[in-house]
């Protein structure tokens, strides 16, 4: 474990209240980089700030932001805040966003699983959690995922419908998918939990949002580490 990690958390937490520690403690035990989530291209904020907001809600830990033709813009006043406790990775800067993303997530260990009807595909209720860590992936509300998204894909599933409505608005969508698999990780047996690593590292995030002037205080820190 990195000692200067270690350190640099308890002397921060010493400028925050004793609520929000323990607050920490309880909700950290329940994160999870199992699954993350991707959102490609999506262009309404009201849908991309609730996404956010079901993600820290339910646990999951880790977004991924596709920004192809659509700057992905949350709304505060929906995501209240969702933003500040989540890992947001944005990608941008790429000829193929899509493309780069996928292959950053399978570089990590992750299955490249498209939320959209296909030959192959299995409702959300079926996919096998026990093959692996799961990136699941959502697109637009008019056009849904990309060719590349889906020519890349690992596999395929559905939520099941029986209205008129062709589909879920991707909020919807992916509130649903993240209740399913969520509610059945931690019924398993699967080890979906945060390492200690990932735990320190997180608290420590998070210890720098909820402290005023957290960066003057790790300069301070530092001199006083170094001076030691």
């Not at 977004?63 to 947001?88: F, M, R, T």
């Not at 026990?130 to 056009?143: H, P, R, V």
């Not at 997180?202 to 170094?226: A, H, M, P």
Request: net charge negative; glycine share 4%.
């Amino acid at each position: 474990m990195d000692n200067y990690t270690k350190e640099l958390y308890e002397y921060l937490s010493k400028f925050a209240t004793e609520q929000r520690m323990e607050k920490f403690e309880s909700v950290i035990q329940e994160r999870t980089r199992y699954l993350t989530i991707v959102v490609e291209n999506v262009y309404q904020p009201h849908n991309a700030s609730a996404v956010l907001r079901s993600a820290e809600c339910f646990g999951v830990q880790d977004v991924h932001i596709i920004e192809n033709s659509n700057k992905y813009n949350p709304s505060a006043d929906i995501s209240l805040g969702a933003h500040q406790w989540l890992s947001l990775t944005r990608h941008s800067n790429t000829e193929n966003n899509s493309l780069s993303c996928i292959q950053a997530l399978k570089k990590n260990g992750y299955r490249i699983v498209a939320t959209s009807p296909h030959k192959n595909d299995c409702l959300i209720s079926e996919i096998d959690l026990s093959k692996g860590k799961i990136a699941l992936f959502f697109g637009t509300e008019i056009d849904g995922l990309s060719d590349t998204i889906l020519n890349e894909a690992d596999e395929f599933v559905k939520i099941p419908m029986y209205g008129f409505t062709e589909s879920f608005n991707i909020s919807v969508s992916a509130a649903i998918s993240m209740y399913e698999l969520m509610k059945r990780l931690r019924e398993s047996k699967i080890e979906w939990r945060l390492t200690a690593a990932e735990l320190l590292a997180l608290k420590l995030d998070w210890v720098k949002e909820s402290v005023k002037s957290s960066d003057l205080l790790e300069k301070e820190f530092r001199k006083q580490r170094i001076a030691e």
